[in-house]
C-alpha cells in the first residue's frame, strides 16, 4: 500500500496568514493526489484534484503544488471558515489511502 | 441537486452485523461508482472498498475481504454496504462517495455513526 505522510499534525495560524501543508508519499504517484477540507462533524469535501486543479466553486486562495512525490497544499490568506482539517489522498492505485490529516487551528 | 442520503445511526452487539444505504439522486445512479470510507472517532478516514451501480462489480480493501459486502438496488438508486463480524474496532462513522469522473471522490453522504458495543 502506498503510505501518505502529512505535515505538521496541527497548525496555529491567524486570519491573513499564508498556510502551507505537506503531503509526502512512499512511491511515486504521478499527479494523482486530492485534497479534502473536513470540517467537524461533517462529511470531507473535495478542494483539489489532480495535484493542483481547482474543483469547481472552490476559493482562489486555495492552491496546490507538487514536486516528485511531496505535494502541497497552500491557503494563500487564511480565512475564518478555513478552520477544519485537511487530508490528501492518492488515488494512483488501490488500496486508495489518505493522509493522516493536519488540523488547522486559529491563533 | 447532486446529492447522497445516508440511513441513520446505529447501535450494534459485536458479532452482529450492520447494513447502511446510500440514496443517490440529482444525477443517474449507474454513471458513477460508489466508494465506502470509514471514520473512526477522532482518526483519519480510511477507504473500505468501491461498487459499480452499473454491473455490481465491487473490490474491497483486503482489510476487510470476507466481512464486508456492497450491493445496490437500481430501481431506487440506492447503495448498500453490509458489515459483519462486528467488534469495537468497528465504531466509526461510515460515508458513502462518488467516484467523479476525475476519479475523486466529489460528492460524499452525510455520514452514519455505527457503534458496535455490549
Known amino acids: 500500500d502506498i503510505q501518505m505522510t502529512q505535515s505538521p499534525s496541527t497548525l496555529s495560524a491567524s486570519v491573513g496568514d499564508r498556510v502551507t501543508i505537506t503531503c509526502r508519499a512512499s512511491?511515486?504517484?504521478?499527479?494523482?493526489l486530492a485534497w479534502y477540507q473536513q470540517k467537524p462533524e461533517k462529511a470531507p469535501e473535495l478542494l483539489i484534484y489532480?495535484?493542483?486543479t481547482l474543483e469547481s466553486g472552490v476559493p482562489s486562495r486555495f492552491s496546490g503544488s507538487e514536486a516528485g512525490t511531496e505535494f502541497t497544499l497552500t491557503i494563500s490568506s487564511l480565512q475564518p471558515d478555513d478552520f477544519g482539517t485537511y487530508y490528501c489522498?492518492?488515488?494512483?492505485?488501490?488500496?486508495?489511502?489518505f493522509g493522516q490529516g493536519t488540523k488547522v487551528e486559529f491563533k | 441537486q447532486v446529492r447522497l442520503v445516508q440511513s441513520g445511526a446505529e447501535v450494534k452487539k459485536p458479532g452482529a452485523s450492520v447494513k447502511v444505504s446510500c440514496k443517490a439522486s440529482?444525477?443517474?445512479?449507474?454513471?458513477?461508482?460508489i466508494h465506502w470510507v470509514r471514520q473512526a472517532p477522532g482518526e483519519g478516514l480510511e477507504w473500505m472498498g468501491w461498487?459499480?451501480?452499473?454491473?455490481?462489480?465491487?473490490n474491497y480493501a483486503q482489510k476487510f475481504q470476507g466481512r464486508v459486502t456492497m450491493t445496490r438496488d437500481t430501481s431506487i438508486s440506492t447503495a448498500y454496504m453490509e458489515l459483519s463480524r462486528l467488534t469495537s474496532d468497528d465504531t466509526a462513522v461510515y460515508y458513502c462517495?462518488?467516484?467523479?469522473?476525475?476519479?475523486?471522490?466529489?460528492?460524499w453522504g452525510q455520514g452514519t455513526m455505527v457503534t458496535v458495543s455490549s
Open positions: 462517495a462518488r467516484d467523479s469522473k476525475t476519479n475523486v471522490f466529489d460528492i
Open positions: 440529482g444525477y443517474t445512479f449507474t454513471d458513477y461508482y
Open positions: 461498487m459499480n451501480p452499473n454491473s455490481g462489480d465491487t
Open positions: 512511491q511515486s504517484i504521478s499527479s494523482w
Open positions: 489532480k495535484a493542483s
Open positions: 489522498q492518492q488515488y494512483y492505485n488501490y488500496p486508495r489511502t
